[in-house]
């Protein structure tokens, strides 16, 4: 038996089997979400970045919690 037989079998036992379906398909979905959060960051990720430095700018200048009433 040679390596290509071997791999012959490999690929004829994965394509009967029908747990590989579903792995392909859930390695599909996971392909496209990450392409979808790669885009959203592209997208919106210099917009985002502006909001949170200017909350951040917002939190630092405040002087501190306020004092609790006596």
């Known amino acids: 038996m040679n390596i290509t037989s071997y791999l012959m079998g490999v690929v004829a036992r ?39 430095q200017a909350w951040s700018d917002w939190i630092t200048q405040l002087d501190g919690p306020p004092s609790l009433p006596s």
């Open 14 to 52: 994965f394509k009967s089997e029908e747990d590989g379906l579903a792995l392909t398909e859930y390695l599909i979905l996971l392909g496209l979400l990450t392409a979808a959060v790669v885009l959203a960051v592209q997208a919106f990720g210099v917009n985002l970045g502006n909001a949170w």
